[in-house]
């Protein structure tokens, strides 16, 4: 074969092979074009290697022209590559478009669980009394927990806060008050001081309507110059009214706490009978809502506060009996079992 027949042999194929690629139509088409004409086993290898039937003088000449062929097809190819890959994401974005006008699959609102809700009320009141939110930890050393308020080892008060120990150190345990919160308090800051401390207890207790291991306290402490009882019985009495929004009475018992002196557990008249007598007061026409006392100066003294110098008051609410109150629920158990039925209601 002449060079000159040669020469158009591979016009031929260099047209061919430029309709071919502009002929597909995705990437995998392409590479098989790719392979077929300028592969190993390609078409264009086939001229390169009829170049040993040509005379010496012509073998440079269609060097150069294999060559250029080559060339021009790798860029042709190139661009076509460009082009169907652009095209095929331009196909993929408008398949994944994303119809903002199309109405959304709606998930269920929930709202806020009861014992959140009422907790929440609480510190309301509070705040408005000039009170402000302490937190602390739910896992507390023995120390916190009982020793610097009041109650030591053997102390009778500890059996009847029995608690969960943790493995992570000796006398690490669930707290089992909030009271923990108060000394944490007075360690960190001076007199005079105005906080509650919301949050979640543990007593290892047996489970039933009335008792259940975990529940929530909001404890409150007032320390300031010349607090008297008389300041405690009034701040609680509005509280309790605030709460319940009934102008209920209420009344101070005699009590025990270990870290305050005297002591107190604050009833009031009944909110269902208002006094009268019914099965929820047992007829007694009163309400035990929550335990309260002036703090023992011997508390004070242990956190570096001079008891000379300041008073003050403490007290401690269970969150899920004033809620069993305000609501009128009769079993504990309620707020914990995550039933819909329930927890609609409110
Ligand atoms: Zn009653």
Known sequence: MSLLEIENQLKAFESEAIEAFQSVSDLKELENLRQKYLGKKGTLKTFQKGMGQLDQSERPKLGQLTNGVQERLENALTRRKDDLFEEELLARLEGEKIDVTLPGSCTGIGHIHPLSQITEEIIQIFYSMGFTVADGPEIETDYYNFDALNTPDNHPARDEQDTFYTNVGPKVLLRSQTSTVQIRVMEDKKPPLRIISPGRVYRNEEINARKYPLFHQVEGLLIDKDVSFGQLKGTLTAFIQALFQKPVKTRFRPDFFPFTEPSAELDSQCLFCMGAGCRTCGNR????????????????????????????????????????????????????????????QF
């Open 285 to 344: 026409g009163w309400l035990e809502l929550l335990g309260c006392g002036m703090v023992d100066p011997n508390v004070l003294q242990g956190v570096g506060i001079d008891p000379e110098e300041w008073s003050g008051f403490a007290f401690g609410m269970g969150v899920e009996r004033l809620a069993m109150l305000k609501y009128g629920i009769n079993d504990i158990r309620y707020f914990f079992n995550n039933d819909m039925r329930f927890l609609k």
